[in-house]
């Protein structure tokens, strides 16, 4: 990109109810290319991202993610609250599955307190981290569905999404940001019917699942408006740090619940969903796929699930070590979600810094959608899946 | 603490499947507004509601055609009049107005309605009964908000481009015929009328795209000159195709000509165009680029707000019936019931010929050339009833094509651009001119050409049938 301080030539567009491109992106304009400004408030930038975008026509010539619209300053807010004040904290990261935010945070304290989770707590927790997962890709294909122009899948996805929130709404007491997961274990005990209910809610998912199927990937207009789009070359995804079924998508088989298990995930029995495509639909027959790994998961986990033992052991003083930091991640349904936290030996983190999935993969944005139409650039954006709470924190 | 042994504990799937329901309903419960089974009531006054709308077109209809000449010529004027003509004149724009607001009143609750039963929700329900007042309140509001024109834009033709479109749709109205003889204008060259009328609408969207100073009106605005002007050539040809094996443009003839047998069947292919071509000229689903939401915000009417936008909206509902009005005229008989097979019987045979059986029964009390009186008004052949019961069928026909458009609104994705005009310039094109060519052949070969047009039209059909209910399960990516 050239930064050159000049006034693009087609000023009397850029003058109007659409804001002038500011700073860096002041570039000698081309008198075919039009700047759009896709964002921050738009219907399909799945919150308020920002994606200065050139076209020509119908053709994207460059697309420009600007975000920090929702920077609320989570990592220094963690710095000066205690270790367990911090978790809501990461609830509010990725808030549409915000129960599997909590677990990163919670893993690298147990490491550096030393702390041995009891079993109980881990399948608790390793059967709502998977629910949540399916939650989440219920969103995405709701939202994507609406991004393609169809209105129906959206409200069929959400009717089922609401059934996982009510189970974690009996168990935890809120419905999105339940501050469930806790150091040691879980907070407080599940609901005595919790794992019936999820069960049940399994066996509905189950019968629904092809439908879903039916309305998205298996539709032809679907097939046409993905197949070849949004093509993410492995080399680039590794380069840019993408991670999840957006990595999955592209050929590689990078998991962190098979590489670097955590919880109960070493006793469970799943593959990894790898397609070969690197393209939008590829991304999105991932995310269906894991549907069913998802299934299979939380399926075993209940059958091995130990019925007695405790929820939380005996804590030490939740004040690790001066000098002492771990670095964990967990495999949430967006990728590759990280906490680094560094300990000065007081109750509160020295240093606790994030690395979200979205924010990789919001990079790699210009890679797919430059030299694409404009309507695919809207595929492509809502076949990554990003969620802007998480990309500012 | 069993909990999976547990199997007499509540039925989970039970609790958990109808949440959304559930909740709902509870706080409707709450407030008042829910007092029996919502589903029953609403069916029992869904039915009453569009009843009464649908009365409300029918007696627009009746007013328009029977009851005001009626009228006028019981005053003493004569048909053939001065005055006649220019009362006439004068109100037949405010009742086919009427009719349109009417009719797009009744499409935006069906919309409504029918998109919230597919998609598991209740759609409006506070407003009249089972919420068939919702859409009149939308409207006063819409008509009660300021009249606001943004800077920098084309003053001129953001005023005018509302307008041309309103005016597009208002005016396929004239040429429709309801019934025998009513129609308010019986033009001899109906279809090129209806083309020429219907190209209007194509100008306002650019226009209204161009004017407005907003980047994605304008992407807006230029998508839909694209898709309209494309596939104004196929859904063209389709009409023409009707009007060579008719032989007539006049849409009146072209209904009586289907007297015995509707112009789908040997018309196949232009029939199954005119659906495809008639969804692009409506900007609905599969085909709404100019408008799609999730890219271009509201496209060509991003910047309109108040009664212009209404006037898009009121254009855009009241087209969604007058395009399956058209292919009622065109393909499905237009005011004939669907035929029956008669075996010969005189009765059954009246009965399929058209004659209603209230004609029939009164059939004695009516000779050639009596005076008119308000009982001959009612009974008489065209008479008020009559010409009712004719025009039932026909509103009933295009409600069947509201539905069948609405049912694809409700399922079907987006396309692309390139995938449009693809669609328009390498499939339907080319159809439509051997729909045209086998038109033509059937009209002077009738046994051969209708043979091969069912069957060429049937492979066709097949073919959609095995795309859009049994694709491809996997895709070699």
Known sequence: MTAVAEQPNNARNTSGSVMNPTTVERVAGRSDEMLLNLGPQHPATHGVLRVLMGVDGERVTRAIPHIGYLHRNHEKLEEVRTYPQCIPYTDRMDYVSGMQNELPLCLAVEEMLGVEVPERAKYIRTILFELSRIASHMVWIGTYMLDLGAITPFLYAFRDREMILDIIEETAGARLLPNYFTYGGVRRDHHPQMLEDILGFLKWFEKKLPEYEALTIDAPVFQARTVGVGVLDPQVALNHGVTGPNLRGSGIGWDLRKDDPYDAYPNLDFEVCVEYGCDAYSRSRARFREFRESIKIIRQAIAQYPKTGPIVPKLPRLKPVAGMERYRAVEISRGHLGVHIVADGSEKPWRSKHRSPSFCTLQALPDMAVGSKFSDAIAILGSIDIVLGEIDR | MSIIENKEARLPLERVSVPTDKHYRMRMKQHGLLNSNPRKSGILAAIVGYGLLFGAAHGVLILAFQVIPWGLVSLGLEKTSFWYNVIYGLLAPVLAFLFVAVVALINILMLRKYLAKVQNRYGPLH????????????????????????????????????????????????????????????????????????????????????????????????????????????????????????????????????????????????????????????????????????????????????????????????????????LAVFFLGGWYPPSIPTFGIPFLTDMAGGSSTLQLMFKANIAEGEVMTWWNTLFQPGGLLVGAQYSFWFLLKGAAGVYFYMWIRATLPRFRDDQLMELCWKGLIPLSLIGLILAAFSRLMPAVGITISVLVGGTFLVMIIRGAFFPAKQVKA
């Open chain 2, 127 to 326: 407003n009249g009964p089972s919420g068939s007042l919702q859409t009149v309140y939308d409207a006063l509001k819409l008509v009660s908000k300021e009249d606001y024109t943004p800077k920098m834009v084309e003053e001129t033709i953001f005023t005018l481009a509302p307008v041309l479109v309103f005016v597009s749709a208002f005016l396929l109205m004239a040429v429709i015929p309801f019934a025998p003889g009513w129609v308010f204008a019986n033009v001899e060259a109906g279809a090129i009328f209806i083309i020429a009328a219907g190209t209007i609408g194509g100008y306002g969207v650019l226009l209204a795209g161009w004017s407005m100073n907003n980047k994605y009106g304008l992407m807006g605005g230029l998508r839909a000159a694209a898709q309209l002007v494309s596939y104004e050539v196929p859904l063209s040809i389709s009409l023409l195709s009707v009007c060579v094996y008719a032989g007539s443009m006049n849409l009146s003839k072209i209904v009586e000509a289907q007297q015995s047998l509707w112009f789908a069947i040997p018309l196949f292919i232009p029939f199954v165009i005119y659906l495809i071509a008639g969804l692009a000229e409506l900007k609905m689903t599969p085909f709404d680029l100019p408008e799609a939401e999730s890219e271009l915000v509201a496209g060509f009417n991003t910047e309109y707000g108040g009664m212009r936008f209404g006037f898009f909206f009121v254009a855009e509902f009241a087209e969604l019936y007058l395009l399956p009005a058209l």
